[in-house]
Nanobody
Framework: QVQFVESGGGLVQPGGPLRLSCVVSGSIVSRYAMGWYRKAPGKQLEWVAYIESGGATSYVDSVKGRFTISRDNAKNTVSLQMNSLKPEDTAVYYC???????WGQGTQVTVSS
């Protein structure tokens, strides 16, 4: 099965940066569209960003200009660089592969002063 291990979350003050990483096993990240999702308390799971196999990226409007998704084919990882974080970015962040049937544990991001 495809496995995802997210890391890099933590507590950060508003305006600060965090970089999330996702180690993918059982699949090759360069062959599939990869994405990041988040789940905030009391809200539905939200798509945040994805990167296509060809490298094109897309983002939900609320994070455009602040977040950047990327992948490292050599390390088989997917990353999410988050800048200018806002309290509303607080959520558990998950990475995902299109067509995958499972999810990782996610990594908690808390933006608070």
């Amino acid at each position: 099965q495809v496995q995802f291990v997210e890391s890099g979350g933590g507590l950060v003050q508003p305006g600060g940066p965090l970089r999330l990483s996702c180690v993918v096993s059982g699949s090759i990240v360069s062959r599939y569209a990869m994405g990041w999702y988040r789940k905030a308390p009391g809200k539905q799971l939200e798509w945040v960003a994805y990167i296509e196999s060809g490298g094109a990226t897309s983002y939900v409007d609320s994070v455009k200009g602040r977040f950047t998704i990327s992948r490292d084919n050599a390390k088989n990882t997917v990353s999410l660089q988050m800048n200018s974080l806002k309290p509303e970015d607080t959520a558990v962040y998950y990475c995902q592969q299109r067509g995958s049937g499972n999810w990782g544990q996610g990594t908690q991001v808390t933006v608070s002063s």
